[in-house]
């Protein structure tokens, strides 16, 4: 009989700041003096004139960004996996790919050795969460190429809990599957978990009693937005905690289990900067900009400063709460890059109007169209409500707090009841509305 429980290596967890940086710099020449086989960087070190060879010289800044752009592009001329590979293929056991929501998949490739150094962080995210071997874990998800899943899954068969994956189930299905199971520990989208939420009540199954006590979000900013996660804890009668990683880096940051909406970054094992978007110049000590990622675990197909497109706020707490002087992502994840909208002068990020919008219980769903006339933005907001409320009534309070938030007119209308669609993974409430001429 194994032991089991977090399996992570906490040695630098609470190292004063220089001390951490330095245990940083010490991997990240050590994953350097890897890469000579990569093709890929060692490409972009010529472009860039550097010299890797005298890696102890070189700090983590004088190193070139490495885009998502850079990656599709190379994996298009270096079809299939691209020539972001340190290691011959054979070397190779994971496939994985991201959901190309957003252009075209990304294909990933792992080692044993790098799989292995995201198990252990996904143990962080579990340990901060206050998982226990006891626990029985449903994924509630289908299980696909993404990555996340797998990770989340089998880092939690070596925590030593009880995994049930959910895959292939309607929602009421897998409802009834975590009560028949007793699950205590959920892990899901922000989103699905207020899907799931919503089948129970409308199939009067008071999932507030179940032996649920934890939703584990991630996938999209809701989980660190204070309302999404009020109303989420409220349904289920369990606390909802968030953490952060992506396909191409890994699983990065977990919530500090002091400070609620303070994503730790893992930063033994991560080297974490925020950037202006526009012109890639560091911003200050805890202002908002762009996350830029150096995993320093996973040779076999590394990223270094890699532009993750997620805007956020990060700041170093030396230490926090929590005794840790790992930097921290204030409020998760603010929006992405992409997503930034400038209506009427003003910056509009969507988790700042989920934030507006969620504060009304009585909205079941919503949808958010934006506009395009000429050079100029707008908004329109449509919500459906949940039975038993007049809609018009709470589209106007809607409008009223969107004014009182934004500064800005935004019009909320209201859709008939069950109209909007409802999602399993990441939300797609975004809209774009061609406007005519
Ligand atoms: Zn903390």
């Not at 004139?49 to 004088?62: C, S, V, Y």
């Not at 020539?83 to 056991?93: C, E, W």
Request: charged share 25%; aromatic share 10%; proline share 5%.
């Amino acid at each position: 009989m194994t032991t089991h429980g977090p399996f992570h290596d906490t040695a630098m967890e609470k190292f004063e700041p220089a001390a951490l940086a330095a245990g940083q710099r010490a991997k990240l020449h050590a994953l350097l003096a890897k890469l000579a086989s990569n093709k890929f960087y060692n490409a972009k070190f010529k472009a860039a004139g550097i010299d890797t060879a005298d890696g102890a010289t070189l700090n983590t800044r004088d190193l070139p960004f490495t885009t998502k752009k850079e990656l599709v592009d190379d994996q298009a001329r270096f079809a299939p996996f691209g020539s972001n590979l340190t290691y011959a293929p054979d070397a190779y056991s994971r496939f994985h790919q991201t959901s190309g929501s957003t252009g075209s998949p990304l294909r990933w490739l792992d080692t044993r050795e790098s799989w292995d150094w995201m198990l252990g962080n996904w143990s962080w995210i579990y340990a901060a969460a206050g998982v226990k071997p006891k626990d029985r874990i449903c994924f509630a998800f289908s299980f696909g190429p993404f990555l996340g899943f797998w990770t989340a899954f089998e880092s939690a068969v070596k925590y030593g809990a009880l995994c049930f994956p959910a895959g292939g189930l309607s929602t009421s299905a897998r409802l009834r599957f975590m009560l028949d199971n007793g699950i205590t520990v959920v892990c899901c989208t922000p989103t699905y978990a207020l899907r799931m939420a919503e089948v129970a009540a409308e199939e009067k199954v008071n999932i507030a009693l179940s032996p649920v006590r934890l939703m584990l979000v991630a996938g999209e900013p809701g989980g660190s937005v204070p309302q999404t996660r009020a109303r989420i804890e409220e349904a289920w009668g369990a606390a909802c905690v968030d953490h952060y990683g992506m396909t191409e880096v890994g699983p990065a940051c977990f919530e500090c289990e002091k400070v609620r909406g303070r994503l730790h970054v893992i930063e033994s094992e991560y080297i974490a900067e925020c950037v202006d978007p526009e012109t890639g110049k560091a911003r200050a000590e805890g202002d908002v900009g762009e996350l830029v990622l150096t995993n320093l675990g996973r040779e076999g197909s590394p990223l270094l400063r890699y532009r993750t497109g997620d805007i956020v706020r990060l700041r170093r707490h030396a230490p926090c709460a929590c005794g840790r002087s790992f930097a921290a992502l204030e409020g998760g994840i603010l929006g992405r890059v992409d997503d930034m909208l400038v209506v009427r002068g003003v910056n509009i990020y969507p988790s700042a109007v989920e934030e507006a919008v969620r504060r009304f219980g009585e909205i079941a769903e919503f949808r958010v169209e934006i506009q395009q006339w000429r050079a100029m933005t707008e908004l329109k907001v449509i919500v459906e409500v949940t039975a038993d409320t007049e809609p018009n009534a709470v589209a106007k309070r809607v409008a009223t707090e969107l004014r009182r938030v934004f500064s800005l007119r935004i019009p909320v209308e209201v859709a008939a009841p069950g109209t909007l669609p409802r999602f399993e993974m990441k939300a797609k409430r975004w809209v774009r509305v061609k406007e005519e001429e």
